[in-house]
């Protein structure tokens, strides 16, 4: 057998008790009892890993939810204004699933356009309002909510306090919903966005700033890890395993947020984030920002990203995060030495 063929040797019985997780995307042929896989690349993240069944996770983004499990394996996160002008975490899951995820909180409309980039999701969240409900449980989802699974997989964290106390096992969310209930998930694929080298026509930053009404982000570039490190509300914002939440990519998607016809108990009405149509932001990545178009022509096509030429925003590889918002963000640039004046003969 010529080894230089075979990247991953899987042994027959192994792979056939994980595919749910880590054989979507892949091609396998089966001789005798190996079987033989190419290595898969991830959609979303561009890096070495599976395709697998898509997982859209609702997660507090109060101070109280903070230190948040498991955001640090997502593929894709989303920030998005919620009531009050607060924001909340819209995570992605296709690859890597962490033991735990949470603090579990409740849908938005935003999150149904947010869904249709990735087709038939498995949506996992703590509920929702109750006109609200009947439209989200219409829309291409699975729901795999709170109100439908057992306190096995969406559990309390005594050690928290409600309502940021729910947590999310996701491997048994998935398990049960696709080899048991036979749910059709959709795995992994493109949402428009491209993998390449830094594109021209970036400026050098040291931070960015991103505002919400009631909430801020600073994503402080780090040249040791090549990443943007995150911080919420003025403070480093830590996972729940003390890794400094951060990637390679921030994309900064100006929006249109108007309320919509929905409210919560309070009477503050749910901000919609309108992600269809077109609009401008930046591309943050290796310690640049760049100005970019983003281009969405209906709700189950891709959104596209590109210069100002038209030509593809490329992405380094690795976790996404989109930060949807309607106000511009505040750079810091780095400070540019001037020459000392020669002394005068």
């Not at 079987?35 to 959609?43: C, G, L, P, S």
């Not at 992600?275 to 959104?303: H, K, M």
């Amino acid at each position: 057998m010529n080894n230089r063929a075979i990247k991953i040797l899987v042994i027959g019985a192994v792979a056939s008790s994980l595919l749910f997780l880590s054989g979507c995307g892949s091609s396998a042929t089966t001789t005798g009892t190996a079987t033989t896989t190419a290595v898969t690349t991830n959609a979303l993240t561009g890096l070495p890993g599976a395709n697998g069944p898509v997982l859209f996770v609702k997660i507090d983004d109060t101070r109280a939810a903070h230190p948040q499990i498991g955001l640090d394996s997502a593929d894709v996160i989303y920030i998005e204004q919620v009531e009050g002008g607060l924001t909340r975490i819209a995570a992605v899951f296709s690859n890597k699933l962490p033991a735990k995820i949470g603090p579990i909180r409740s849908a938005r409309i935003s999150d149904i356009d947010l869904m249709a980039n990735y087709g038939r999701v498995g949506m996992a969240y703590s509920g929702a309002q109750s006109k609200f409900l009947p439209v989200l449980r219409a829309a291409n989802i699975e729901d795999i909510g709170a109100d439908t699974e057992p306190a096995s997989i969406y559990s309390r964290d005594p050690s928290r306090s409600a309502p940021t106390d729910m947590l999310l096992n996701p491997k048994a969310l998935l398990n049960k919903s696709i080899n048991v209930e036979h749910r059709k998930i959709t795995t992994a694929k493109s949402v428009g966005w491209s993998f390449g080298p830094l594109p021209l026509g970036g400026k050098a930053i040291k931070s960015a700033e991103l505002k919400w009404p009631a909430a801020k982000y600073k994503a402080v570039w780090s040249s040791v890890t090549q990443r943007w490190k995150m911080y919420y509300n003025g403070t480093p914002d830590l996972a729940a395993n003390g890794v400094q939440l951060g990637s390679p990519t921030l994309l900064i998607q100006e929006v249109s947020i108007t309320p919509s016809i929905y409210h919560d108990k309070l009477g503050s009405y749910t901000p919609f984030s309108n992600t269809v149509g077109s609009g401008t932001g930046y591309l943050l990545r290796d310690g640049q920002e760049i100005p970019v178009f983003w281009n969405r022509v209906s709700a189950t096509q891709a959104t596209t990203w590109t210069l100002k030429d038209g030509s593809p925003a490329y992405l380094p590889v690795g976790q996404v995060w989109v930060a949807l918002t309607d106000q511009k963000p505040a750079f810091v640039f780095p400070i540019t030495s001037t020459p000392t004046p020669s002394a005068s003969k």
